[in-house]
């Protein structure tokens, strides 16, 4: 018998804890399910006779989380991403493996020399993104040098959408994820390499020059670039790759629209309007427009339309205007940033209704050389949920996360130290079984000039 | 007798300590300036038989420091402004009173009750802006009122400028304060208030919509609005004043200049470049360019001109050829922010020679209604250093400290607690002093419909 030890119980560890569950007779498992609240708990484990479910806050009880990590075979850590160097901790000390969806922080890094010397795994980035990015990305990137080509450009792109059946707004977007995250995307600069330069993309022009990517069966997206294009690079052995970009995918139009909002100043997260409360989103986004010295101005949408210039008719200006930044209503988040006013609207306005499916597109682009000739691989994942609770971000989160943690208990995967998964003996068993779930990829090859 | 302590002899203390100096033998005082360095120290008080120069770190040599503050009648902090909350707490203990020129920090203003308790006098912000600013606009203020007019609009303009007979650079500016600060002006956001209702300006928006400013003798400047509009309208008794606005003077054409800096990225100071090591300057600025996708492109600032939608003769892309960003050049500052690196490259291009003048304006504008008819009353204040090192910004920094210091130590000013200088008692002494110094505005009214 193992123990399965699993922290936090939230929306995005169901389908990890159902996985596991479900072949807990087949491999003999007791999965324990620890959270804040014992009620969430239990719920997610139902009446599964494997199934544990224990009240831990996971920081303060230290005594009890030991306990339970010493107990356990694996963790699998769904704390939010700065808590995981906690359990970490514990695991070196009572000879415990762990694994978590989340990105490796310095911290947890600087644990990689000890749990390499105790035979430890640390697996990390065993998610969507990161997760199945690298481990499709790097099963390609294998399978082009076992075919001695040289990749010269490597793109790929990754969004959480609305599937279209589901798509009944203007922006054609919907939170499948957090929503804080979608308000505050690109803030600061995003990086990536193109034929051997550094480029640069500052937030103030990160929405105006978006670039249109094909989607094989879907149609044209956009897509803006993400902070780090570069950070893979070493780990995915291109340290000479000309060509590097990570970026986001957003339905058409959703980009200009949102560059709107950061021209105005909608998604600064950096100061407080502690005098909002009087205010209505017409008066809140007038505030943004220069004084009118006394001119005679036509309505909100032909002023922003003039100051942007645009057509009043511009469709960047119906997607504000259905957000109700135009309406005389009072603002209902009061006290706080300009970023997180617009965030409790659009909670309200871009949330997914319970018989709406999300849907994640992610999509890798290389192009390589090989005697001489030039080559395109293109592999596209498109994925749909099936409701607002049992969504495909979810479901792509925790699969890939429950099937590296059976492959850890099954001894199939023993690299020791801290890993993430771009070395075949972790990914091939992974992606095999995620096929086996549905979760292919379709791929196109072709020659180029 | 009396004694003085000046914490910290550099650059901006020059004329507070000369001031000091020259009239210790009237007042009978003994100026006694305290160094990091004391060979700093020694060459400010000059051969003066009223000074003593000492070696001091104050934050490190606590007993020193405590020692200097019970001997004295009255410290004068020119420390870093973070700083001042160390002699501040001793000046509590061993009853002295203290002057600065920085602004009240929430850590200072906490000591306030003990000081009013004790009947110390804690005098600050009584430098140029913050100082001068506070005296003048509160002189008109106080005089409106008692005229039983009604303001209805407040607008305070500065800038620390070149003076024209050394101005020969197409910015029109070079450095007399922090160039740190003049690089990240305007980052966050701007507030003010017009016509009773608030005003942002987002920094992506700053320096795009700067507005234009008579300076009545000197001609027309730019003006972008400072961050903290509001901050004194309670303190000035302007609680319901419609329009308050402060905002910070340019040479026309500086600010769509400097909108492009922006606008690509230069001034961005949240991430390190840490390649940049073999980075040309003209190849730094063009990796803030979109990829040329195998277009045959003309030069860096013809693609500049198409990518902002400018004339490639437009004087704003001869600003950035002028400080050499489009040379291929390699950069000298390396693993730096983009701020750091424009930072290095405009000190040495925009530094003051050892003969320039510089120039401060500080220009108020005030409308006021008075028995159905309304006013406007414009303050100008125009001063021109001797100097790179005689500069009227380190003048009209230290004169007035040093003159407020004056009537501390001769009984005129005892209000008791953390103060600024609104007052009478305070800002009158003061205003009249400097008058006789030179500093004198010159004032304008008029009636307008």
Redesign the interface.
């Known amino acids: 018998m193992k123990r399965i030890l699993i922290l936090g119980a939230g929306r995005s560890a169901t389908s990890l804890i159902n996985y596991l569950l479900e072949q807990a007779d087949t491999y003999d498992w007791i999965v324990t399910v620890a959270d804040m609240s014992l009620e969430l708990a239990l719920q997610k484990i139902g009446n599964s006779s494997r199934g544990n479910a224990v009240q831990l806050n996971a920081i303060q009880d230290v005594t009890r989380r030991e306990a339970l990590i010493q107990g356990a075979d694996l963790v699998v850590s769904m704390l939010p991403p700065h808590l995981h160097v906690y359990p970490a901790k514990d695991c070196l000390r009572f000879n415990t493996n762990l694994t978590t969806a989340s990105y490796v922080s310095p911290e947890v890094q600087a644990l990689s020399t000890e749990a390499a010397e105790k035979g430890l795994t640390f697996l990390f980035e065993m998610g969507l993104d990161p997760g199945i990015d690298h481990m499709s990305a790097m099963q390609i990137i294998d399978h082009i040098r076992d075919l001695k080509g040289e990749i010269q450009s490597f793109k790929s792109y990754a969004g959480g959408l609305v599937a279209p059946e589901s798509d009944n707004n203007p922006w054609h977007y919907k939170f499948s994820w957090s929503p804080r995250n979608v308000v505050l995307a690109g803030q600061?600069?995003a990086?990536y390499l193109?034929?051997n330069?550094?480029?640069?993309?500052?937030?103030?022009?990160l929405f105006a020059?978006s670039a249109l990517v094909d989607v094989p069966g879907m149609g044209i997206y956009e897509a803006y670039p993400n902070r780090a294009s570069l950070t893979y690079r070493e780990a995915y052995g291109l340290d000479n790759i000309p060509t590097i970009l990570r970026a986001t995918l957003r339905h058409r139009g959703y980009c200009s629209a949102w560059n709107l909002l950061?021209?105005?100043?909608l998604t600064?997260d950096?100061?407080t309007m502690d005098?909002s409360e009087d205010?209505t989103y017409a008066?809140w986004v007038?505030?943004?427009l220069?004084?009118s010295n006394g001119k005679t101005w036509g309505s909100l949408k032909e002023r922003l339309a003039e100051y942007f210039g645009l057509n009043v008719e511009d469709e960047s200006l119906a997607k504000l205007e259905w957000l109700g930044l135009f309406e005389e209503k009072l603002i209902e988040k009061v006290d706080a940033t300009p970023a997180q006013i617009l965030q409790d609207l659009l909670e309200k306005k871009w949330k997914l209704e319970p018989e709406d499916k999300d849907m994640i597109i992610m999509q890798h682009e290389f192009e390589y050389t090989k005697e001489g000739k030039t080559y395109r691989h293109t592999s596209t994942l498109v994925q749909k949920g099936e409701n607002a609770s049992d969504t495909a971000m979810s479901r792509l989160v925790g699969v890939p996360l429950a099937i590296g943690a059976k492959h850890i208990l099954l001894g199939n995967i023993t690299n020791a130290g801290v890993h993430i998964p771009i070395k075949p003996e972790i990914y091939n068993p992974v992606m095999k079984e995620l096929a086996d779930y549905g979760v292919k990829f379709s791929s196109k090859d072709e020659e180029i000039n």
């Open positions: 600061g600069v990086k193109y034929q330069r550094y480029k640069h993309v500052n937030y103030s022009r020059q950061i021209q105005l100043g600064n950096s100061y005098y205010m008066l007038e505030s943004y220069p004084p």
